[in-house]
């Protein structure tokens, strides 16, 4: 499948009041492909929220180039770009700009010239995307955080985007919030082929995903499919990520001395595995 | 206890209602409930942040009406320290040392005194020595938010209000908190109450839980009661904690029961393995 967003060689530092610089990322490469599904996940400090901002442009990169359909991402065509780019941030109540639901998801319309007749059919259909119709004229802070989200995310859609970039935005969810929201995101995806890059702490977000890249120290530390990153175990936790909780009972049990066949991911097949190999008589 | 926002007024907004529970000295209480549950408003009545409307709180032994004033009050914030949610929002001194001791000093404690606390504090919390004389700014996330908890545990509280401490963290940073303050629950004799979304740490730190829904505390009691009820939690828009649930889903299959609920993923393993053994292991 075709490239939509690469980075080749990508290095970038911060400067600190004392002139010091610290290396946030190193020499990261990677690719994403039309329609995947990308998680991005590190420990606080791995450098997966600086990748999140040189993507969209938010920094420039020191070496190395950020790279959206194939063309290096510049200050001369970084707005162009963008225009292609939805981004959900973490925190819902920091990103609402309108008074009502409607003029939330207008304001990039608006900002980008769209004629108002073509702006209330794609807010409409945003809001309908998200499961959010029948709220055009609610207050944002009225909503639920979840809500707000799927509001956020409605407002990046309207753009139409290829690609949508999710910075931690379940993060400060909670856990009915975090599941609507990545409902919304795997409903998405099979209607639209949208491309998703998440960077996120929720394991179960992650075993969604098509392709995962951890972060470690500023660099790629692996990179994989959800399966096989997870089966790396301990050395992840190394990396400060949690294993999910299938594969976390799956190594208690082996502790105590109950053999198992396989590392297990869903809880389903887990629990299979003890009917079928030990309770089955 | 009641309580309304703007009380009286065509603004009125109840918030809480009637409300009876009771919180031991030295237990450790989970608050839980979604969103909008009122869990947040319940906590800052603890401290006397808000007063009830109708009713009373009693907070050792002072006793919190809507006349209470000022100094009542005072005394009941000395004894009740407040972790609020990113709590390193409230950073602003120079140092971390000063920004440590600024509860302290405010409370009337010697300065030498709060200085040693300080420094004391920021070895318990794992903080290298020398971030003491560093602006909290130059730190990173995670160290910021130690600083902040050292900030409330320096002038000593007898109670601890954790309201979503661990949002925002990434799993070892929330692991690492959680068990600072199960040790200093512990160590300290505290008594701990945590508002928290995560099941998981409700049913593997509290000895009593309570579920607030609207406004209401709608259940209340021990873990093994409050959270084994699928039924009930989901009534309350709240799941079974994973190591339960997987529970439930296990004894389905397999037509066993467990003796207990597996309240943690450890307590889950060491059962099912017993339950192995007695059954006779596979040929």
């Known amino acids: 499948m075709r490239e939509v967003l690469s980075l080749d060689g990508v290095s970038f530092a911060y400067e600190t009041e004392e002139d010091v610089f610290v290396q946030a990322v190193q020499d990261v490469s990677f690719t994403v492909r039309d329609g995947e599904w990308v998680s991005i996940v590190g420990h606080n400090g791995s450098g997966k929220s600086t990748l999140a901002k040189l993507m969209i442009g938010l920094l420039f990169p020191a070496t190395g180039s950020v790279n959206v359909f194939l063309d290096p991402l510049t200050e001369d065509n970084l707005w162009v770009v963008r225009s292609q780019l939805g981004v959900v941030f973490q925190n819902p109540d920091n990103q609402f700009v309108g008074a009502t639901v409607q003029d939330d998801v207008a304001f990039a319309l608006e900002n980008n010239g769209v004629s108002y007749e073509d702006m209330q059919i794609r807010v409409k259909e945003a809001l309908s995307d998200v499961g959010m119709s029948g709220y055009h004229n609610h207050e944002p802070h009225h909503l639920s955080g979840g809500q707000k989200q799927r509001v956020a995310i409605a407002g990046a859609l309207a753009m139409n985007p290829k690609i949508l970039i999710l910075d931690e935005a379940t993060s400060m969810l909670d856990p009915q919030g975090r599941s609507e929201v990545i409902e919304l995101i795997t409903t998405l995806r099979s209607t639209t082929g949208l491309t998703v890059i998440s960077i996120t702490h929720d394991l179960e977000e992650v075993l969604l995903a098509d392709r995962v890249f951890v972060m470690n120290q500023g660099k790629l530390a692996a990179s994989g499919t959800p399966t096989s990153i997870f089966e790396q175990g301990t050395k992840l936790q190394e990396h400060g990520l949690d294993l999910p909780f299938a594969l976390r009972l799956s190594q208690l049990l082996r502790h105590t001395g109950m053999p198992l066949v396989g590392d297990h991911m869903s809880e389903k097949e887990l629990v299979n595995e003890l009917w079928t190999s030990h309770f089955n008589k | ?283």
């Open chain 2, 1 to 283: 206890m009641n309580f309304a926002y703007a009380p009286n007024t065509p603004f009125e907004k109840k918030a809480l209602h009637d409300i009876n529970a009771s919180i031991k000295s030295g237990s450790y209480t989970a608050v839980i409930g979604h969103t909008g549950s009122g869990k947040s408003t319940l906590l800052l009545h603890l401290n006397g942040l808000l007063k009830p409307t109708e009713g009373t709180v009693q907070v050792g032994d002072t006793l919190i009406t809507s006349e209470t004033k000022g100094k009542a009050l005072r005394n009941v914030r000395r004894n009740v320290g407040i972790v609020f949610q990113f709590p390193e929002h409230q950073l602003f001194e120079e140092t971390v040392e000063k920004d440590i001791m600024f509860g302290p000093l405010n409370f009337g404690i010697p300065e030498e005194e709060a200085r040693a606390r300080a420094h004391e504090l920021i070895e318990m919390l794992g903080l290298p020595k020398e971030v003491a004389k560093k602006s909290p700014f130059e730190l990173s996330g995670g160290q910021m938010r130690r600083v902040a908890i050292a900030g409330v545990l320096a002038f000593n509280p007898s109670v601890l209000i954790l309201d979503e401490p661990t949002a925002g963290l990434d799993p070892q940073g929330r692991r690492e908190i959680m068990e600072l303050f199960e040790r200093f629950h512990k160590e300290e004799g505290l008594t701990t109450v945590l508002v928290t979304h995560s099941m998981e740490d409700a049913a593997r730190y509290a000895e009593h839980v309570i579920v607030m829904h609207e406004g209401h505390a709608v259940l209340d009691g021990p873990p093994e009661e409050v959270l084994t009820d699928a039924e009930q939690l989901a009534m309350y828009r709240l799941e079974l904690p994973r190591s339960v649930r997987f529970q439930r889903d296990f004894e389905r299959l397999v037509h066993h029961k467990l003796p207990k609920p597996a309240l943690t993923e450890e307590q889950l393993a060491v059962m099912i393995a017993e339950l192995a053994k007695e059954m006779g292991e596979p040929k």
